[in-house]
């Protein structure tokens, strides 16, 4: 089992930054990927991006591509998410997933999640 702890999320303005980290415990040597999706009032949860376990290989959606940076350290503890030049859009629950696949990011593709951290961005 992996566990997943997201930590981070607040209220921001428009235009503003904030970074969230979601924290690894467990059988972390099983992961292979590493992903953050959202869920926004009233729509369906959705893929932010995704980093090899490795550090490489990221990947992002196109509404956050440019404005937002995943990262791994180095001791595959955590996965944090840099987020700038944030839109009232933006705002949601932000979960952290984990995938023993390599290289996917659907949702069935997470095997492991997190319970979430609310991220409000005000205009």
């Known amino acids: 089992q992996v566990q997943l702890v997201e930590s981070g999320g607040g209220l921001v303005q428009a235009g503003g930054s904030l970074r969230i980290s979601c924290a690894t415990s467990g059988a972390t040597y099983s992961v292979n990927t590493m992903a953050w999706f959202r869920q926004a009032p009233g729509k369906t949860r959705e893929f932010v991006g995704g980093i090899g376990w490795s550090g490489g290989n990221t990947t992002y959606a196109e509404s956050v591509k440019g404005r937002f940076t995943i990262s791994t350290d180095n001791a595959k503890n955590g996965v944090y998410l840099q987020m700038d030049s944030l839109k009232p859009e933006d705002t949601a629950v932000y979960y952290c997933?984990?995938?023993?696949?390599?290289?996917?990011?659907?949702?069935?593709?997470?095997?492991?999640w997190g319970e979430g951290t609310l991220v409000t961005v005000s205009s």
């Open positions: 997933a984990a995938s023993r696949y390599a290289r996917r990011w659907s949702e069935d593709d997470m095997n492991y």
